[in-house]
């Protein structure tokens, strides 16, 4: 796979001068909002608003302000609603269509193993509200006391503990903002598409701000004996889920977290206590998790063997590839979503890799014939999700959309061909980093278009 970059064809509509080069980005002071100067902003607006009133004719965008006076609302006339005495606030109620999602297109036999994913496409910014961020689960959600709840630490440690939640609350925090990305996020669309939308294909994504106490801390309590190399994270759910974790990471940026988004985990998340292991795979961040034991070897789990391994050419297959590639998607426009007639879009969608960040996105329009350089919105954070914007004049012929992610390694996102080159897509195949392109045809409806 080559990692060397394509040339990078500038858009006619952005003047060369305001967009920055990958280089000229990791040479220069700029904060990382690449922002086209206020004159070209008020430029790309004027055409929007041209366009707008171009369009006024079919009645499809915007209206022109008559000359009368404007009619007064009813919301202008009475009070609002009065602040109840205590509550958790919701969403508009006209909000209700954004929704987390089960799988309508991998359905499980049994839902106490399931998954539901985030409605990527209605996503503002890099962090996902906790109550659409995406769930999975081997034998559904525990209902776990706090009070109740206890960690112990034992193995090859000097002193085993255990830990009440009130323990853990009483160490020092780190609030880390990370995605978190399940390994069978997209497999549903290696090679047919499968799936309507970005929800669907990409749901099972999501980023927010943890908090916790790094691991390495508390591995200081107990103290790791001579030959320790491995570590077994435990959960306290019918399944028990379980994963060997190696010792490198877990001295490094493994957190043991009880917030996520500003308040306590979710039920659903783990409360009241998870791993996290920044940028791997969602599999090894054991949610419920009441036992770390120590060892010098991995245990080699259902989830390290059956499940959660890489099918190779030649018909062996590859384990623990718990760090997730470079990545990332278009949200909109995406699958399900119409294009109302020709005209300036922003191209928006997110990048993301589990080993460090996001140094370029490029977006091709025609199937990949021309990519072109999107801007990066800051803040661009390490293993964090990472909003690429992209400023697109669709002339109202098909046109084929994908972006293609660079990393701070030097790493290219690949296609699923080249994918193909170097591992086995046969069956269920996890660890799915490909370009993903969506159609948008002559009538602006936008559709998966994996052949
Ligand atoms: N105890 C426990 N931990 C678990 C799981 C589980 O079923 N039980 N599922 C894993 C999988 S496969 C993923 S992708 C993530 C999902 O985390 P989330 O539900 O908070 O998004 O949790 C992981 N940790
Ligand atoms: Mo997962």
Known sequence: MSHKRRSVIKFASVPSNSVPTTQEREHSDLPSEIEPRSQDRRAFLRKSMAIAGTALASGTVGASVAQAALPIPESNTAFGRPIPETMYGMPSKFEAHVNRLRSNVLVNRQNFADWSMTPLQHQHGIITPNGLFFERHHTGIPDIDPAQHRLVIHGMVKNPLQFTM??????????????????????????????????????????????????????????????????LFEGADGSAHARSIPIEKCLNDALLVYAQGGEMLRPEQGYPLRA????????????WLRRIKVSDQPWHLRSETARYTDPMPGGKWRQFSMEMECKSVITNPSGGQKLKGPGLYEIEGFAWSGRGTITAVDVTADGGRTWQQAQLEGPVLDKCLTRFRFRWNWTGGPA???????????????????????????????????IFPWLVNAAGEVKNDIA
């Open 166 to 231: 009130d323990d853990l609350m009483r160490y020092p925090s780190v609030s880390k903002f990370h995605f978190m990305e399940c390994s069978g996020n997209g497999l549903t669309d290696w090679t047919k598409a499968a799936s309507t939308t970005v929800q669907q294909s990409h749901g099972l994504l999501s980023c927010t701000q943890w908090t916790g106490i790094p691991l390495s801390w508390i591995l200081d309590e107990v103290g790791l004996q001579p030959g320790a190399k491995w570590l």
């Open 276 to 287: 996290f292991m920044p940028g791997w795979e969602g599999n090894t961040s054991v949610k």
């Open 400 to 434: 084929k959309i994908a972006s293609r992610a660079v990393d701070s390694t030097g790493y290219v996102q690949p296609t699923v061909e080249e994918i193909a080159k170097v591992r086995a897509l046969v069956g269920f195949v996890q660890h799915h980093n490909g």
